[in-house]
């Protein structure tokens, strides 16, 4: 057994083998590192630009938003596996939002409730419309990023955004 760190969430992972994607984050594996080596970017010096800190908000605000939409999703699921996969994003994309808040050094997420459709072909379309857009976004955000930590925050959860529109376009 070993110690796995992820330096975009911080979450400590312990196996045989280093996971292929963080299981909290969803972070790629080269952001996965050995526990004593691991660095995780939060806790990196720095300052955060004007910039960073409205693109973070924006970050928060649209990670709350699908975590609320992923759980009242999960709720309307017609069956077992839609329910176990948006209750993941939901979980995943609300770590996004707690990475946000650390970086911003700001109080944890509150998660409003909000409607959602009862169709699933709907949701799945939202879903397909909203990591979409995260994704577009958080490439965006990288770009306009002066400080490295922040360049490195948002093209792993461009990533992660990446990989959810690849998970949901499987079950359409």
């Not at 946000?100 to 009862?118: F, G, R």
């Not at 948002?154 to 990533?159: I, N």
Request: charged share 30%.
């Amino acid at each position: 057994m070993r110690l796995y760190i992820c330096e975009i969430c911080g979450d400590a992972y312990v196996g045989g083998d280093k996971p292929k994607n963080c299981p909290f984050c969803g972070a790629k594996e080269n952001f996965i590192k050995d526990g004593t080596e691991a660095s995780p970017i939060f806790n990196r010096e720095g300052e955060i630009s004007e910039v960073s800190k409205k693109n973070l908000l924006a970050t928060y605000d649209l990670e709350v938003k699908a975590v609320a939409t992923y759980n009242c999703m999960a709720g309307k699921a017609q069956n077992y596996w839609q329910k176990a996969m948006y209750k993941r994003l939901a979980k995943v994309e609300l770590e996004h939002a707690v990475i946000a808040t650390k970086l911003l050094k700001i109080d944890a997420p509150k998660i409003d409730e909000v409607t959602c459709s009862d169709d699933m072909a709907e949701n799945f379309q939202k879903t397909i419309d909203l990591e979409d857009n995260a994704s577009k976004l958080y490439h965006k955000f990288g770009k306009e990023a002066e400080e490295e930590k922040i360049k490195i925050f948002f093209t792993a959860v461009a990533q992660v955004e990446e990989d959810h529109l690849e998970l949901i376009k499987n079950f359409i």
